[in-house]
């Protein structure tokens, strides 16, 4: 089963800087990673994408964290990180990893699915 492990979270002062790792294992061989992103949820609020990038390196960020986060992969380490710098208060919150994977089962039958890390809380004060 495919397992994401999260790394990097913390808690910093408004200004201050973090790196998030997200690093997928257990892939099987007939599977391909596609987009990975960044998902957040703050107290009281829907969970929202931060940024994801595709397989290909088309990036999304949200309009919040534009010129601040920085989405980046290395395919060849199964990874993906999120530079957070200037942070505010406002980016306080629970911080998931996903991907999604494309492949093929037995019959040579098409199939996806999603997989989760299990958050890293990021907190932010003044």
């Known amino acids: 089963q495919v397992q994401l492990v999260e790394s990097g979270g913390g808690s910093v002062q408004a200004g201050e800087s973090l790196r998030l790792s997200c690093v997928a294992s257990?892939?099987?061989?007939?599977?391909?990673?596609?987009?990975m992103g960044w998902y957040r949820q703050a107290p009281g609020k829907q969970r929202e994408l931060v940024a994801d990038?595709?397989?290909?390196?088309?990036?999304n960020y949200a309009d919040s964290v534009v010129g601040r986060f920085t989405i980046s992969r290395d395919n060849t380490k199964n990874t993906a990180y999120l530079q957070m710098d200037s942070l505010k208060p406002e980016d306080t919150g629970v911080y998931y990893c996903?991907?999604?994977?494309?492949?093929?089962?037995?019959?040579?039958?098409?199939?996806?699915?999603?997989?989760w890390g299990q958050g890293a809380q990021v907190t932010v004060s003044l």
């Open positions: 996903n991907a999604d994977f494309v492949g093929y089962v037995d019959g040579g039958v098409p199939a996806a699915f999603r997989s």
């Open positions: 990038i595709s397989s290909g390196g088309s990036i």
């Open positions: 257990g892939i099987r061989s007939r599977f391909s990673m596609n987009t």
